[in-house]
């Protein structure tokens, strides 16, 4: 089994910047990919960026360039480093991990970033 744990949302102004982390726990060693998903109130949770073996990454057209996942091993934290951050980047922002030879998945709690002046 794998946990995750989310952490660093808050409220940020317009083109700030914050670092979101996950820390996974258990079968660490098991995951073969990992990503961030955002869901924003009154729509369908999407997805922000994923991270395979480490080194390859997917991100969504709406945070090229400005968003940038990454993991430095299976004993650290995903992170999401988040910068010119807009409003509609606001949301509950969830990491996900994919696990084990049966292709598991499962979801962080959750951290809510809210982008606002």
């Known amino acids: 089994q794998v946990q995750l744990v989310e952490s660093g949302g808050g409220l940020v102004q317009p083109g700030g910047s914050l670092r979101l982390s996950c820390a996974a726990s258990?079968?660490?060693?098991?995951?073969?990919?990992m990503g961030w998903y955002r869901q924003a109130p009154g729509k369908q949770r999407e997805l922000v960026a994923t991270?395979?073996?480490?080194?390859?990454?997917n991100y969504a057209d709406s945070v090229k360039g400005r968003f940038t996942i990454s993991r430095d091993g299976a004993k650290n934290p995903l992170y999401l480093q988040m910068n010119s951050l807009k409003p509609e980047d606001t949301g509950v922002y969830y990491c996900?991990?994919?696990?084990?030879?049966?292709?598991?998945?499962?979801w962080g709690q959750g951290t809510l970033v809210t982008v606002s002046s």
């Open positions: 996900k991990a994919d696990y084990g030879r049966a292709n598991l998945e499962v």
């Open positions: 258990g079968s660490i060693f098991s995951i073969y990919a």
């Open positions: 991270i395979t073996s480490g080194t390859i990454t």
